[in-house]
């Protein structure tokens, strides 16, 4: 078997026949009086989010976040008490990764390990991510698939377009197309009891079917493949485990509104999609159809999107990658640049807000759930400063309100610190060469 068929059978493998079916209820219902799920949700957006002086609070390293944030930032200031601002944290895997280039920090955003370059790359953008992806991993961890949206991701060629991965070489494509995803989540919740058994024993059949594949061809791979094997008949196991546990958690999904004309593909449209994409993600955190989702919020550079939406008040007839890169040498360049990356926070923002306003015990969704801001470079397409967000509580397991600096900690040390917040005693994550251990939040 060729290197080039290897890496097409691994990204194919998984659970992804069964993961073509609608998505079922698989949280276990809670009590009264018992705690709600532990979640995890991810907001990605492209490019850098400009020089550290645009973003900088102004206050010291353990401080409260002040009442006023940059403007850049401003919408996030009805959320100040369930933030955690993190800055001058350090992409140190880019320092390690021998496949060079700025963009390539996406695959290293949730995964915390260099990429892996298709053979005989000959561009930035040409390589997938070199291990599984934190939403994955603890998606995994639960028992639970993981729920990947985007709105104009880019197409799925390369690395340069895609947050999620179950392994190396292993990408997770995002639903792009908001009424296939709330189709997928939510086909099944009108259904009878028995009809919602008949849709259960299907998808176990083919469970069982691709296990059953998997565990044949993983014979004819190599050792360092089959533990790639491994891990994905794991999840399919507690996928299957899951499907007997029946949530009973009362939820009444609504089906989005589409303008007319709308479509999902376009430049147009994309703030539209954008919340349609959230206003699903919500619902299905909400409604236990998961405990994990992310948002990607274009690629990379995401240079197929020109900010001209009247209704945003945006009108900079420009790629969003183009104004990134040269908004210090154009004309009007600094303030479309603070634009772009005001309606970034406007929409981390809506999401916030769509969590938060979805009530259960011990407050609302947000409270118990731990939302990660990320984006794929720091400032001049360097490693560093990064900048990320934390936003919820985590079910009061996490102090909010601050502004914490950790200058050139390595990222990897967040995304141990998210599965500790999530219950997971995990001493590292990622590259063990680079994680010192989790961030003191």
């Keep these: 078997m060729t290197e080039f068929s290897r890496r097409r059978l691994l990204q194919g493998l998984g659970a992804g026949a069964a993961l073509s079916l609608p998505f079922l209820r698989a949280t276990p219902s809670m009590a009264a009086g018992s ?33 006023k944030l940059p403007d850049m930032m401003s919408p996030l200031e009805p959320f100040l008490s369930k933030l ?19 963009h390539t920090g996406i695959g290293h955003t949730l995964t915390g390990r260099i990429n892996s370059p298709f053979p005989n790359a000959s561009s930035e953008g040409q390589y997938w991510a070199g ?6 991993y603890l998606a995994q961890k639960m028992g639970v698939e993981a729920l990947t949206l985007g709105a104009m991701p880019g197409g799925g060629s390369s690395g340069a377009s895609r947050i999620s991965s179950l392994g190396k070489d292993q990408p997770v494509h995002p639903i792009d197309d908001p009424k296939k995803a709330f189709d997928k989540l939510f086909a099944n919740f009108n259904l009878s009891e028995a009809d919602a058994a008949k849709l259960r024993a299907q998808k176990k059949s083919v469970l069982d079917v691709v296990a059953k594949d998997i565990a044949r061809l993983k014979q004819r791979l190599p050792s360092t493949d089959r533990e790639k094997i491994d891990i ?25 509104s589409y303008p007319s004309g709308y479509d999902y593909k376009s430049n147009k449209w994309l703030p539209t ?35 001209m939406w009247p209704e945003e008040n945006m009108n900079v007839n420009n790629s969003y990658h183009n104004v990134a890169h040269d908004w210090n040498t154009q004309s009007a360049g600094e303030a479309n640049r603070k634009a772009i990356e005001k309606w970034n926070f406007k929409m981390f923002a809506y999401m916030l807000e769509k969590l938060d306003s979805i ?49 050139q900690v390595p990222h990897n040390n967040l995304l141990t610190s998210i599965c ?16 010192t251990g989790a961030l003191a939040l």
């Design 35 to 67: 705690a709600p799920p532990k979640r995890f949700a991810v907001f990605f957006s492209a490019n850098e989010p400009i020089n550290k002086g645009y973003w900088d609070p102004g206050v010291k390293s353990g401080a409260a976040l002040p009442n």
């Design 84 to 102: 955690n601002i993190i800055g001058d944290l350090k992409l140190k895997t880019r320092d390690v990764d021998p496949h060079k280039g700025g």
């Design 131 to 136: 291990g599984i992806s934190l939403d994955q």
């Design 232 to 256: 994905h008949l794991g999840h399919i196991q507690a996928i299957e485990t899951k499907l007997g546990e029946v949530s009973q958690i009362s939820c009444s999904p609504q089906n989005p």
């Design 273 to 307: 999609t954008a919340r349609l994409q959230m206003d699903i993600l919500a619902q299905a955190l909400a409604c236990g159809i998961t405990n994990v989702a992310t948002f990607q919020l274009g690629n990379s550079g995401s240079s197929q999107i020109t900010p």
């Design 359 to 407: 009530p259960e015990a011990g407050g609302t969704v947000l409270d118990n759930t731990v939302v990660l801001y990320a984006k794929p470079i720091g400032t001049k397409h360097s490693p560093y400063p990064m900048l990320y967000i934390l936003a919820g509580k985590a079910g009061g397991n996490l102090q909010t309100g601050r502004y914490l600096s950790f200058d």
């Design 420 to 435: 500790n917040l999530m219950g997971y005693n995990d001493a590292k994550f990622g590259d063990p060469n680079i994680c």
